[in-house]
Every structure is written in C-alpha cells, then in structure tokens.
C-alpha cells in the first residue's frame, strides 16, 4: 500500500486543488494543498526507501504477479530516485506558481501539475510494462493539457498541438513494441521478462521492439531527430511547466526507455544510443547558440544535456563489462544536477517575464543589474549549466567523462565531444550572462518595475544554494544517486 | 503472422502516414485514433496466442480510455486553433521555428 500511498494522495490532492481553486479563486490556498500534497508524499517516499533500506520489499498490491499478467506497482531505488527528484522540483515549482500563475485558473494548474508528478513517481514504481505505459500517458496527457494552458494566445496553441500530435505518435510507437513483446512471451512483468526473451537475443522481432522503444520513448526524452516538439514547447508553456518540463518530465521518458530496454534484455542497443547521444548533444549546442530568445536557449540547453545522460547511460548498456555502474552513475547524478539547475534557470528565465513581459535577451539586458539577487542566481544557474566548477553541473560532468576514459577508445572520443560541447555551450551562456546582467538597460524601460513577489524569488534563491551547495558537497546527491546506479549496473549484468 | 495481427500492423502504418501527411488538423487526429485502434487489434491475437484472453480484454478497454481522453485533448487544442486562425490548415501552424 505504501507504493500506491504517494500516487494516490497526488492524485486526491489534485481532484481539491481543483474544487478549492474553482471555490476560493485563493492562489496561496490551493498552492499550499498542493504544497502539503508534495510533502505528504515526499514523507511516504523517504519511508520507502528506508525500508528498501533494511531488505523489506515493498510492493502493491503483492511484490510480483499472483495471478499472469497482473499490473502490480514495486518499490525499488530507481524509482525512489526518480520519485525524489520529481517531488523536489514539484515542491519548487507549487511555490513559484502561486504568484506567477494567473488566479482564473489556477486550480486547474494545480490539479494538473500533481497529476504530471503523480504519472512520473508512477513510472518509477511500475512493475510491469503496461502498468508503465498508463502512467506514461497520464504525465503525458497532464502535460499536453499544461503547454497550451494560456490558450488565449497562439503560441502555446501551436506549441502544445505539435507535441500532442508528435508525442502521441511516439506513444503508440512504444505501445506497438509492448504488443508485441506480450504476443510473443504472454507476459508483461519487468522482473521476469530477460529470463522469459534470454534465448531470443538478437532476434529480428526484439531488434524490432528494441527500435520501437527507442523511437517511441526517444520522442518524449526528445533524442534528436525527434526533438522538434521541445523548444517551442518548452519556450511556450508556463515558466514552472517549462521547469518541469526540462528538469524532470523528459528525463522521466528515459527512465521509461531505460526500464523497458532492460526487460527485452538490451539487444546491443547500447552503441547506437551513444551515436545518438553524440548527435544530440551537437545539434542542441550548435542550434542554442544561435538562439535570441532566453527560454528556447535553455530549451535546446536541455537537448544538449539529454545527449550527456544519454552518453552515459549508452556506455553503460554497450560496455556493460567495464562502465555499467559508472556510466549510470554519471548520468543519474546529471538528471539530479540538470533538474535543479535548469529547473532553477527556467524560473529565473519566469521571473524576469513576469518582470518584462519579454523572453527576447536583448530586451531584457540588464535587468541582471536592476535585481542583483536574481542576477546573481542568473549567473550560478548558467555557468553551472556549461559545467563550471564548483557548481553541480561540473561534478557530475567529471563523473561522465570518468565513466568514457574506462571504457577507452569509442569511450574515450565520446568523453573528449562532452568536454567539447561543454565549451561550446559556454560561449553561449556566458554571452546570455553577458547581456541579461551586463548589457546596457534600454532606454525605453521604466525606472520603476513592478515589486518582485517573495514567493517567486524564493525558490530561485534556494535552487541557487542548492546548486552551490552540490557543487560544493556532492556526496549529498550521491546519497541517492548510488544506490539507483547500482540496481542498474545489476539488472544489466543479468541481461 | 495471424490475418489479425497484419490488419493491426496495417491500421498503425495507415495511421501514421495519415499523422504525418494530412494537412488539415482534424484528419491528424483521425490519422492518431486509427493508430490507436491498430494497436489494441495486436494485444487481442497476442491473447488468443498465449491463452491470457481476459488479462488481454482488460488491456486492450485501458487503452481505449487513454486514447479517448487524448483525442479528447487534441479536439480542444484544434478548436483552440480554429479559434485563433479561422482556418484547420496545418500550414497555420508555422509560426514557431521548430
């Protein structure tokens, strides 16, 4: 019951923030339901993983299948990692909102978001296959609904139409792949799959999954050639949706990938994702900096990024022998350090259009120097991002680079593209650095801005130190990324 | 392969290239509900296959949920749409740079 307890009480808190933001029109209410909604089930996670702790499996509504095919949910640490990582920024993201968003329908937002985390925690926790893909779908549906939540104007419009259509597309892609894995084994169940498809490797139909799974689950986690939806999505939802987005939501898509790969055993996919890999994070850094717009800069910021996780995640599954654990490892720790640290800048990014009402960087030049405490986030949440030190975003780069100069040779050449892309990326932050903080304030801005809301700076403020902090300390991401890589490294010895 | 098992695979290229290729909006979504039609088809033989035909018919009515609640979302986006250009024309949808 406790792996359900999280989901449900996301999903109820959901259904009040609903009727109390529809009753009360109060953005501070339903803001804080959904707050101690997110800490409830914050309380529950951080119980799961000390019981996983002491040996004590917990599962719902048994530990496996009773009868065949049931749909059951399993605690276990990679799912307490995504979970964790979801309900953190979640956290953030309530309080940030309950200033940003407008009131009219803000009980909408709210049940909406909680329902987006629900789906993530639930993806983490999935024993079975089909049980995944639902929970896939209700995060996706959640966030279709959330890109175009300002319908009132075009851009969202036209942004969440693109990604419903794409994304949708990819989602019956994966699900095709689940059919057929179920017609030819009659069983859906993670833990049981390897063994049940070991005498099959390599095989035309799993090699047929296996692209299936990549091309459907590779949409959402925006690989490129697929990643077309992102940057107008991600530039046009709602600065906290747009957090989520970046921080959490895609990195919950190769979550879903990674989980599913593993159960049909790997089928030599493990070069091919790097190859991927090393496409993406060139096209996200290349096409980034010709970017004038602030938040489709950090979008294509994030496709870049995926290319370092996927890096390490694919010299994880190729090299299984030698860069299993230190491959995931490295890129468990960067979904962690990217979540708070892009989630951090896209709220910056917020805060300065709530200020301006503008995200084109020229126009807000400047604005840096008129609020020197978000500025000076601005600048933490850039440079780590290019993977400066002593911020996150450098550590969990070494540990990237570490994991390719193990492997060697392809390892190797990919580690020295990451060290690459990382200087190109840092000509274009600090060049965002360089106008958002330093430019010259345009003549035609009024002296006076509008007060900038507590509420709005605080998150801000805390993500900063939180990103100094694991820059500083980063046994303190460790504590949780460490067990989830070693699951991982164990379940890819099995296949 | 099973007649049935093709009809699927079948319906999911259809609708697909419909998805892809179709310029007016409300025939996308058409072309993404018959791709969510093919699919559940391929669950069904998989349960004649391998005996579990009633784990199969509850798979295959969950599917039939999400693909309703998606369309549902996807209508109300094209009526947003329509709203703001007067037209369904997928060219419309060309001001954002990709």
């Not at chain 1, 949706?241 to 970046?246: C, G, Q, Y």
């Not at chain 1, 509008?450 to 460790?478: E, Q, R, S, T």
């Amino acid at each position: 019951m406790e792996v359900l307890l999280p989901i449900v009480v996301l999903g109820g808190a959901g259904l009040l923030c609903y009727v109390i933001g529809r009753l009360s029109l109060s953005r501070s209410l339903t803001g804080c339901v959904a707050l101690v909604a997110i800490l409830g089930s914050g309380h529950v996670v951080y119980q799961l993983s000390e019981s996983l702790d002491e040996g004590i499996v917990v599962g719902w509504p048994a530990t496996g299948p009773e009868l065949p095919l049931q749909s059951y949910l399993r605690a276990d640490h990679l799912g307490i990692f995504l979970a964790a990582v979801a309900l953190l920024l979640a956290g953030f993201v309530a309080v940030y909102s309950m200033r940003y968003m407008h009131r009219r329908n803000i009980g909408k937002f709210y049940a909406l978001l909680l329902t987006m985390t629900a789906g993530i925690i639930g993806i983490g926790f999935a024993g079975d296959l089909f049980t995944m893909f639902v929970l896939f779908e209700v995060m996706s549906i959640a966030s279709f609904i959330l890109v175009a939540f300002e319908r009132e104007e075009w851009e969202p419009v036209e942004a969440g139409v693109k990604y419903l259509v794409i994304s949708t597309v990819g989602g019956l892609m994966a699900l095709l792949g689940i059919a057929i894995v179920y017609s030819y084994t009659g069983s859906l169940d993670l833990a049981a799959l390897p063994s049940l498809l070991a005498g099959d490797a390599g095989s035309a139909q799993l090699l047929t999954v296996a692209a299936l799974f990549i091309v459907g689950f590779g949409v959402k986690t925006a690989l490129v050639p697929m990643h077309t939806w992102l940057p107008d999505a991600h530039a046009a939802a709602p600065s906290g949706i747009s957090a989520m987005l970046s921080g959490i939501v895609i990195e919950a898509g190769l979550i879903t990938m990674l989980k599913a790969l593993l159960a049909i055993g790997l089928a030599n996919t493990g070069l091919l994702l790097v190859l991927i890999a090393l496409l993406t994070m060139f096209v996200g850094n290349l096409v980034a900096l010709r970017q004038s717009d602030l938040k489709r800069m950090f979008a294509y910021s994030s496709i870049a990024q995926m290319g370092y996780i996927f890096m390490g995640v694919g010299l994880a599954l190729g090299y299984s022998n030698i860069a299993a654990f230190s491959g995931m490892r490295g890129g468990l720790y960067h979904i962690l350090n990217h979540a708070i640290m892009k989630g951090g800048a896209f709220l910056c990014a917020g805060a300065f259009l709530y200020l301006l009402g503008t995200r084109d960087m020229r126009k807000l030049a400047g604005i840096g120097r008129s609020l020197p405490i978000l500025g000076v986030c601005f600048v933490i949440f850039a440079l780590a991002l290019a993977g400066t030190p002593p911020f996150n975003g450098f550590f969990s780069k070494v540990l990237l680079v570490r994991a390719g100069a193990d492997v060697g040779g392809w390892g190797l050449f990919m580690a020295v593209m990451l060290i690459l892309n990382s200087v190109i990326s840092l000509f274009y932050y600090v060049g965002a650095i360089n106008t958002v903080v330093f430019g010259p304030i345009p003549d035609n801005r009024p002296k006076r801005l509008k007060p900038m809301p507590f509420l709005i700076a605080l998150p801000i403020v805390v993500l900063a130190v939180l990103v100094l902090a694991m820059g500083v300390y980063p046994d303190l991401g460790l504590m949780i990324v460490d067990p989830a890589a070693q699951q991982l490294a164990t379940m890819i010895g099995f296949g | 392969m099973s007649p049935y098992a093709a009809t699927g695979i079948i319906m999911v290229v259809i609708g697909l290239y419909a998805a892809m290729t179709r310029k007016n909006l409300l025939r996308v979504v058409l072309g993404l509900s018959i791709m969510a039609r093919g699919v559940p088809l391929i669950f069904i033989v998989g349960g004649m296959q391998t005996g579990t035909m009633s784990a199969a018919q509850s798979i295959v009515i969950t599917i039939i949920v999400i693909e309703a609640v998606t369309v549902a979302v996807a209508l109300s986006l094209v009526v947003a749409a329509y709203n703001h250009n007067k037209t369904l024309s997928i060219t419309a949808l060309r001001r954002l740079k990709g």
